[in-house]
């Protein structure tokens, strides 16, 4: 395996960012609502909210894990 370079670092941290979102989001059972500009609960847009859940996971594990295994 090759040395770390800046940019994985940087995709690594984005990923933990969009986890620390996701979890954010769950533990408090809302969303970021850029349409009203605040947080709204999950009951208002059940399918954003889950949107949110299930792709910001898939996007943040990929993001950490992808300078590992594409290296």
């Given at each position: 395996m090759d040395d770390i370079t800046i940019p994985q670092i940087?995709?690594?941290v984005l990923g933990l960012v969009v986890l620390?979102?996701?979890g954010y989001c769950w533990s408090n059972?809302?969303?970021?609502s850029r349409k009203h500009f605040d947080w709204?609960?999950?009951e208002y847009w059940p399918n954003v909210f889950w949107l949110n859940i299930i792709g910001g996971?898939?996007?943040g594990i990929w993001l950490i894990a992808s300078p590992f295994l594409l290296s």
């Open positions: 940087i995709k690594i620390v979102y996701v059972q809302k969303f970021w709204k609960p999950k996971t898939l996007i």
